[in-house]
């Protein structure tokens, strides 16, 4: 995927409620996602991902099941999460976006390039993160991950399917 106007990574909104970190350190809730939108602007294709991350504190604990498969349905990730349910008091709150031009250039390659670019938005964000989150507090580093940074990969590609702007 040959990706270009590029516009910078932008923090659109951040939040740490440091009152509540002490109610994380026995649990909390964890809500993380990229977001893909793909339009056509002046006859080109463009994206605009938008990544978030939600930690709560409260509610009801439960137990959550993790399975990360790849497009031939090979494991890639497995395991299980305790997190809470309900409402909860926002504990961080994190949430960026960019936008870019593309052309696509064939599955595996464009999978390759998306993953680059996620990983690079990755980095992008612990960076943000470690510098402005209280150092006592820790993000989970599996949401990092390349197999979810694959997985959100092949998510955006589908993105661009559904919309009718991928051809391969």
Do not use: R, W
Request: hydrophobic share 40%.
């Amino acid at each position: 995927m040959k990706i270009f106007n590029l516009q910078p990574i932008t923090v659109k909104e951040y939040i740490f409620n440091q009152e509540h970190l002490a109610e994380s350190q026995s649990s909390c809730n964890l809500e993380v996602g990229f977001q893909f939108d793909c339009k056509v602007v002046n006859s080109l294709k463009a994206m605009i991902i938008t990544f978030e991350i939600l930690y709560t504190v409260g509610g009801v604990v439960s137990n959550q099941e993790m399975s990360i498969f790849n497009n031939t349905n090979e494991l890639l990730v497995m395991g299980t999460n305790v997190y809470e349910e309900g409402a909860g008091e926002i504990l961080m709150y994190y949430k960026s976006s960019c936008e870019f031009n593309l052309e696509n250039e064939g599955f595996e390659t464009d999978v390759l390039s998306m993953c680059n670019f996620l990983s690079e938005y990755n980095t992008h964000t612990q960076k943000f993160l470690n510098q402005y989150k209280p150092e006592s507090f820790q993000i989970e580093k599996d949401i990092f991950m390349h197999p979810i940074v694959q997985s959100n990969a092949i998510t955006a590609i589908e993105n661009l399917k559904g919309n009718n702007m991928y051809e391969f």
